[in-house]
């Protein structure tokens, strides 16, 4: 099945940038999509198809995709953006949906 | 304001059932497709099933011939109909909207089941 390999954890001080990485099998012919979830809450989605934001997310917040890596980047990091982040795919040849390991972002 | 809300979660003993459902509001619930999607204490999330507009299910292999999902358009309703309970399943359970290409674009807050003798 379809793996996505993300780093446990990131840590980054306030006003600088925060950079998640998402590796899998020629993921840039995949929709990769991001979620944020802070401790106790449900995920929210905060990229979608690979570089997509929702209404209400801060431009700040990108994302990007090449070869075997998506990457998700959060610029000029804030106390709010500590949280675990997911990226997810649709593994067509499985026919399921994969997440990543996710990964901690603290702010330091 | 689009909204889902899970309920009937709950402590079960190993090898018994439980349903859960979600109530939506504040969209037109027969254009989506619905998902549920599971977080184990301290872990990542997992998807574990999924039906579509026209009723297609799709499920995980943790979860497939165990898990039933199901949706009741006239009550805004989405169901999961969990057999056979393992301590693995041991988790919360959110509801989660469907969206194209592929993604979850509106999450419930969660129900937790906890399959435990």
């Known amino acids: 099945s379809y793996v996505l390999t993300q780093p446990p954890s990131v840590s980054v001080a306030p006003g600088q940038t925060a950079t998640i990485t998402c590796g899998g099998l020629?993921?840039?012919?995949?929709?990769v999509h991001w979620f944020q979830q802070k401790s106790g809450q449900a995920p929210l989605l905060v990229v979608y198809d690979d570089t997509d934001r929702p209404s209400g997310i801060p431009e700040r917040i990108s994302g990007s995709s090449s070869g075997n890596t998506a990457t998700l980047t959060i610029s000029g990091v804030e106390a709010g953006d500590e949280a675990d982040y997911y990226c997810q795919v649709w593994d067509s040849s499985g026919d399921q949906y994969v997440f990543g390991t996710g990964t901690k972002v603290t702010v330091l | 304001e689009v909204h889902l809300v899970e309920s009937g979660g709950g402590l079960v003993q190993p090898g018994g059932s439980l349903r859960l459902s979600c109530a939506a509001s504040g969209f037109t619930f027969s254009d989506y497709g619905l998902h549920w999607v599971r977080q184990a204490p301290g872990k990542g999330l997992e998807w574990v099933s999924t039906?579509?507009?026209?009723?297609?299910?799709y499920y995980s292999a943790s979860v497939k011939g165990r898990f039933t999902i199901s949706r009741e358009n006239a009550k805004n309703s989405l169901f999961l109909q969990m057999d056979s309970l393992r301590a693995g399943d041991t988790a919360v359970y959110y509801c989660?909207?469907?969206?194209?290409?592929?993604?979850?674009?509106?999450w419930g807050r969660g129900t937790l089941v906890t399959v435990s003798a």
């Open positions: 020629n993921i840039r012919s995949q929709s």
């Open positions: 039906i579509g507009t026209v009723d297609d299910p």
């Open positions: 989660a909207r469907g969206n194209l290409p592929w993604y979850f674009d509106v």
